[in-house]
């Protein structure tokens, strides 16, 4: 017998105990738990006119929400450099919703309703608190910083760029969450990095459900076509010279979409001017997006979007000033047969805005959005910012019945002001305030919002 066995054993055992020592301390020491703490006042008047079927109405309505949320997200280091997992919770305390829409019937006053009529939870207006629970998931990790393969199976938030849809995180006392499986990669290529996916999605719960809506057990009807999943596949790079993004979504006999959008800039200083290429720069962005329908329901639906923008960045000052174009049917995305959309559709600027959408059939929309940093009169980390969305042109024959509920006239205008407070970003770690005062002419409707907001590690606060 080898002499040296028993040593090189014991040997062997002692790093094997002491390597997966080590890696079960990262995965304690390298855990996050995000934490988001947030409340919202709403306070707003709507008053317009409505005509359906040959009647009249007049409407009166108002929102008066306030609310406080509390987002929890546990994210584990990895256990063997390889396996974590990732679990969350989103609640909310509702103190109050009483906003309400009173419909006169001004043809035959007969028609009169009222109904409560909310923003922060619209999943029930007389709901005191609401919660549920948001990622809960297990990734598999594979590679170093710089190039690496994930895999997450269970509940997840895909990024901004998943599905064309922008997961809303600012106005609602939850956020959207998916089911399935996700495969996404950081890859490091000569001009910079990409970020490749692809996502499998089963089921989905609304930004404004504590309800999760599973793919499986929607129902063909005379209204919608039904489907089982959603598979959706792009990358998002950036580098030195543009920004590009592309993502492409199916569902099986209901629906393909997809959209390409690239930014890029010019600095100023290559057309003569000294300045920093960092601060001044002219912007300029490019996206084209499609829809089909595939299905018995959907299948004469199809359309397209364009959209072109230009702008400047200037030191303290920047904006970006463009045109959207709708092609001859609105976008619809992957309605889930609950009032909402499990994404899909398309993402242009002009939803920048709080209350209207402007994605249906023929609307051109002419947008603004820029802000100002007030360093310069002492506020450091405080900014002005404007949104203007003008859309126009709106084939109101061609409109779905949900839309026709909330589309009023073929030509509106919505604005925005705001008056916000970040160090990092709005949303981003530490304190942030947002003062808003908005109105347009859809809903003829005026009034403000007041966010404040914390978001950090919880867990950083006992180092």
């Avoid at 062997?12 to 855990?31: E, G, P, Q, R």
């Avoid at 492409?248 to 290429?277: H, Q």
């Avoid at 939803?351 to 802000?371: I, S, W, Y």
């Avoid at 403000?448 to 867990?459: A, P, R, T």
Wanted: proline share 2%; net charge negative.
């Amino acid at each position: 017998m080898n002499k040296l066995s028993p040593l090189f054993c014991t040997m062997t055992l002692a790093l094997s105990v002491s390597a997966a020592h080590a890696n079960t301390d990262n995965f304690i020491s390298d855990s996050t738990l995000d934490t988001k703490v947030r409340s919202i006042f709403y306070d707003m008047t709507m008053d317009y006119e409505k005509s359906a079927s040959g009647i009249d109405f007049d409407v009166d309505a108002s929102i008066e929400d306030l609310g406080a949320s509390l987002w929890l997200n546990y994210q584990s280091g990895l256990l063997f450099n390889m396996v974590g997992v990732e679990i969350g919770y989103q609640g909310a305390l509702i103190a109050w919703q009483d906003g309400t829409v009173d419909v006169t019937d001004t043809t035959y006053d007969y028609y009169n309703s009222s109904s409560s009529n909310v923003q922060y939870y619209q999943g029930d207006p007389d709901a005191s608190s609401v919660g549920k629970l948001a990622n809960a998931n297990i990734l598999l990790h594979f590679g170093n910083s710089d190039n690496n393969l994930q895999l997450k199976v269970g509940r997840f938030t895909p990024t901004i760029y998943d599905l064309l849809h922008r997961p809303d995180i600012t106005f609602y006392a939850l956020s959207t969450i998916y089911e399935g499986a996700q495969v996404a990669g950081d890859l490091t290529w000569g001009w910079g990095k990409i970020n490749p996916w692809f996502n499998y999605f089963t089921g989905y719960s609304s930004e404004h459900s504590d309800d999760t809506v599973q793919f499986r057990d929607l129902e063909t009807t005379s209204d919608y076509d039904a489907f089982d999943a959603i598979y959706n596949v792009g990358f998002h790079t950036e580098t030195d010279y543009f920004t590009a993004s592309t993502s492409y979504s199916y569902a099986e006999d209901y629906l393909s979409n997809g959209i390409i959008e690239v930014y890029s800039g010019i600095p100023l200083s290559l057309l003569g001017f000294n300045t920093n290429d960092d601060e001044y720069y002219i912007k300029y962005m490019l996206k084209y997006g499609m829809e089909k329908g595939l299905g018995t329901v959907n299948e004469d639906h199809s359309t397209d979007m364009t959209e072109f923008a230009v702008g400047m960045q200037a030191g303290n000052l920047d904006f970006l000033v463009g045109v959207t174009q709708i092609g001859d049917d609105s976008f619809y995305g992957f309605e889930t047969q609950d009032g909402y959309n499990a994404g899909g559709g398309t993402a242009v600027w002009g939803d920048m805005a709080l209350l209207n959408t402007f994605k249906h059939a023929d609307q051109q929309t002419l947008f603004f959005v820029g802000g100002y940093n007030l360093d310069v009169l002492s506020l450091p980390n405080w900014r002005v910012q404007a949104t203007v969305a003008a859309g126009s042109g709106i084939d109101m024959d061609n409109l779905s019945t949900a839309e026709s509920y909330v589309v009023n006239q073929a030509d509106y205008t919505e604005t925005e002001i705001d008056l916000m407070y970040s160090k990092n970003g709005y949303q981003g770690q530490g304190m942030s305030y947002r003062l808003t005062y908005g109105q347009d002419n859809n809903y003829n409707a005026k009034g403000i919002g007041i966010w404040v907001e914390y978001n950090g590690d919880l867990l950083k606060a006992f180092d």
